[in-house]
Each structure stands twice: as C-alpha cells, then as structure tokens.
C-alpha cells in the first residue's frame, strides 16, 4: 500500500469547513483512498472511499487531485461532534485485507 | 442492529495469565479483524478472519491466536499475558473486503 502524509494536527472554527489535507504521492493506479475517524476513545468510524473522482455523502466529500497524489477531505460545517483524529488510507481493491493506520490528522473544532 | 459488540470493555490481567476477547457482529460480515492500538499510536492489525473457519496473521500475531467458527464470532485468545500486551483492543467487521469496516467499541486491557 502506498505511504500517506497528514499533518499532525489542525484546528477550524466551529460552522467552518474543515478541510484535511492528505499527500500520497506513490499512490498505485488500482489503490483507493479512504478515510476514517477516531473520537477520543471510540473505534474507528469509516468516513468515505473513492478512486479518481470526487466523492460525497451524507458526512462528507472527498476531493482527489487529478494526479491522484493527494486528497482533501472536507467537513462541510464543522460541529463540536467532528473533533476527532482523521486517517488517510491507501490500498488496493482486492487482495489486501489489512488497512494500515497511521497517526493520522487530530483536527480540534472550536468553538 | 447491535453491530459489533466487545466484551469485556476493562480487564486487568496479571502476567502469564490467559484471557479471551469476545467479539460479536450481527450484520452477517464475512469478514472480521482484531487490532490493538497503543497510547498515541495508530491500529495494528493482529489477526483477520474471510469467513468461517478461515483466519490469517496481521501485523502483529505473536502471542495471540483466534478462532473462527461461526459468521458472529471471532475472539481472541491471549495465552501468557505480556505488559508488552497492554492495549486498546478493537474488533471488526465488514460485508466484503475492503469495503468499510465497523469497528467495536474497543477492550481496554491493562497486563501488570
């Protein structure tokens, strides 16, 4: 799977967006990017996933650079609720059962 | 739906002692893992499951082993209980790989 690079942390005012940058520069043509997010001591939560076009749901959108070397995910209107730490993943579609996590993004909303 | 279910949320162990975290998921995945995550660290993965009666190693597998008998359950059984075992404990699960995974509320587990 292809290395990801987050900040460390970020901080965005509260009905802001929030927009989480993520560098993956070696990124393979067949592997995905997917985010999830961690509040304070709860398991993971899956956020949104896409491949070369811009995603959106009901959480979030997820815009990916036409170079596929980096992504932003971004929190419309940031809450109290979203202040949590944010990982960028990588991996391909099949074959992979393991989703690395790194230390991800710790993104404090404010309010 | 419960989703998935952990228990014990808190256990303290005493070294060289065994213990089993029990995970459960009524979403009929096919797929479930188990990962530990320590102070400040991201999750690693320990152990992952495809189905019933199929399991393979993670990241980290030493001193743990898993069974898979059922689609619902998949714990994990900790023989000779470590402090270097000292850890968060979550359990997965997902319909298809690599689809999203649903995590469980967690183990914490304290080895002294």
């Known amino acids: 799977d292809a290395k990801t690079t987050q900040p460390p942390s970020m901080d965005c005012a509260e009905g802001r967006a929030a927009n989480l940058p993520c560098n993956h520069s070696t990124i393979s043509g067949n592997e995905y990017v997917y985010w999830y997010r961690q509040i304070h001591s709860q398991g993971p939560q899956y956020i949104i996933h896409g491949l070369k076009n811009n995603e959106t749901n009901e959480m979030a959108s997820l815009i990916i650079t036409e170079d596929r070397k980096s992504s932003t995910l971004i929190l419309p209107h940031a809450t109290l609720r979203d202040t949590a730490v944010y990982y960028c993943?990588?991996?391909?579609?099949?074959?992979?059962?393991?989703?690395?996590f790194g230390t991800g993004t710790r993104l404090t909303i404010i309010p | 739906n419960a989703g998935v279910t952990q228990t014990p949320k808190f256990r303290i162990l005493k070294i060289g002692q065994s213990m089993t975290l029990q995970c459960t998921q009524d979403?009929?995945?096919?797929?479930m893992y188990w990962y530990r995550q320590d102070p400040g660290m991201g999750l690693k993965l320990i152990y992952y499951s495809v189905g019933a009666g199929i399991t393979d190693k993670g990241e980290v597998p030493n001193g743990y082993n898993v069974s898979r008998s059922t689609t619902e359950d998949f714990p994990l059984r900790l023989e000779l209980a470590a402090p270097s075992q000292t850890s968060v404990y979550f359990c997965?699960?997902?319909?298809?790989?690599?689809?999203?995974?649903?995590f469980g509320p967690g183990t914490r587990l304290t080895v002294t």
């Open positions: 993943i990588v991996r391909v579609t099949f074959g992979n059962e393991k989703l690395t």
């Open positions: 997965a699960s997902s319909l298809t790989s690599p689809y999203e995974q649903y």
């Open positions: 979403m009929n995945h096919n797929y």
